[in-house]
């Protein structure tokens, strides 16, 4: 009966998987907060030409230097981008959409012509359209390694730089840094991470990879070393994952869009399911919210009753005006603990004139109770 272990090179294939989507990872975080997720778009369809002029012009079937073209045509599209939208009216994003139709359109073009070559299908230039994951060896996880630990030594070297030009690129002008400079710098580190990943992943898919770890790993916290950490990880698991997966015996799926499905429900459940902002926390929080936004205006309901907002009410009162009434224990700690209520004698509570005044001004209260 075939299984995992018996299956030739699946080490080498998840290992290698694994690495790049660490790497993806890591370098994707900083495109993600500089609010650059397209870039990664339009540089791994930018290398598609490269590709197919590095097999015209050279007649190589050695990835290395099909890799060298890519990487040409992916600085070349950083340029583009930049040039783009510093010399015209252009903006950003739009520059990027641009470079991105024109640079895949004209792979496209390139390829067509390429296969009519008797050699075309010993170079497996389709391959690098959807990936071909299967195929990597143990050489190219060595190689792979080889770029992680580069890339991340030189991440780690220029972290304050970075991190600097990725939150406040206004600041860091201010103190003299040369800002273009460090986002081309940044943007051709991503450039080698796509060029790695083009073999394994393919053009269409290596997007996906380098954005959605950063945006899975974004829910779960707000600072960057970790951010970074945690994109890794999960692209990392996602990566060996999908090679996993995707060599599951008797079922044999394409290992690079396993990897993106993988990566993809990350997201989802780290969309639902973080405890900083996940959609599940928010409504939990909405809703304790306006539970004690409840109790508060029940308090000062029946202050205003008795004329005087240093009446106290029992605990047993409150519940019975609520429609939820476990929760209006914790709610009294809450509003207790902001400041809104305060407890006047021995089990009686009334609302202080911070909880009349918010109350006053429901702008201030944001979903939750918030002096």
């Known amino acids: 009966m075939e299984s995992w272990f018996s299956l030739p090179g699946l080490g080498s294939v998840a290992l290698g998987t694994a690495l790049l989507g660490f790497l993806s990872g890591v370098l994707g975080s900083f495109a993600v907060l500089r609010k650059q997720s397209l870039l990664g778009d339009a540089i791994s369809h930018a290398c598609l030409p490269?590709?197919?002029?590095?097999?015209?012009?050279?007649?190589?079937?050695?990835?290395?230097?099909?890799?060298?073209?890519?990487?040409?045509?992916?600085?070349?599209?950083?340029?583009?981008?930049?040039?783009?939208?510093?010399?015209?009216?252009?903006?950003?994003?739009?520059?990027?959409?641009?470079?991105?139709?024109?640079?895949?359109?004209?792979?496209?073009?390139?390829?067509?012509?390429?296969?009519?070559?008797?050699?075309?299908?010993?170079?497996?230039?389709?391959?690098?359209?959807?990936?071909?994951?299967?195929?990597?060896?143990?050489?190219?996880?060595?190689?792979?390694?080889?770029?992680?630990?580069?890339?991340?030594?030189?991440?780690?070297?220029?972290?304050?730089?970075?991190?600097?030009?990725?939150?406040?690129?206004?600041?860091?002008?201010?103190?003299?840094?040369?800002?273009?400079?460090?986002?081309?710098?940044?943007?051709?580190?991503?450039?080698?991470?796509?060029?790695?990943?083009?073999?394994?992943?393919?053009?269409?898919?290596?997007?996906?990879?380098?954005v959605a770890p950063a945006v899975a790993a974004r829910q779960w916290t707000n600072r960057l070393g970790q951010m970074v950490f945690l994109a890794g990880i999960f692209g990392a698991l996602s990566g060996s994952a999908g090679a996993l997966l995707g060599n599951l015996p008797g079922l044999r799926l394409p290992t690079g869009p396993v990897i993106v499905l993988i990566v993809t429900a990350v997201v989802l459940l780290s969309l639902v399911f973080s405890p900083l902002h996940g959609l599940l926390f928010l409504w939990s929080r909405q809703r304790r919210g306006l539970q004690t936004r409840m109790v508060l205006e029940n308090l000062a309901s029946m202050a205003r009753g008795h004329g005087s907002i240093e009446h106290g009410h029992n605990l047993a009162m409150l519940q019975a005006c609520s429609s939820n009434p476990a929760l209006v224990k914790n709610s009294l700690k809450e509003l207790i603990r902001l400041g809104l209520a305060r407890e006047v004698a021995p089990g009686l509570f009334s609302p202080t004139g911070d909880g009349i005044l918010l109350l006053e001004s429901p702008e201030n209260w944001q979903g939750e109770a918030t002096p």
Do not use: H
């Open 50 to 210: 490269g590709i197919i002029l590095a097999f015209l012009i050279f007649a190589t079937k050695n990835p290395l230097g099909l890799m060298g073209g890519a990487m040409v045509a992916g600085a070349i599209a950083i340029l583009a981008i930049l040039g783009i939208s510093r010399f015209s009216r252009v903006k950003e994003d739009a520059s990027m959409a641009i470079v991105l139709s024109v640079f895949f359109g004209a792979g496209l073009m390139l390829l067509t012509w390429a296969q009519q070559r008797a050699d075309s299908a010993q170079a497996g230039l389709t391959r690098f359209l959807f990936g071909q994951a299967a195929t990597l060896m143990y050489r190219d996880a060595a190689i792979l390694a080889f770029l992680t630990v580069v890339c991340l030594s030189l991440t780690l070297l220029f972290w304050k730089q970075l991190q600097l030009i990725s939150f406040d690129p206004g600041f860091a002008a201010s103190l003299g840094m040369k800002v273009k400079g460090w986002e081309v710098f940044l943007s051709l580190l991503q450039v080698v991470v796509i060029v790695a990943g083009l073999e394994a992943v393919g053009v269409v898919l290596m997007s996906a990879l380098l």
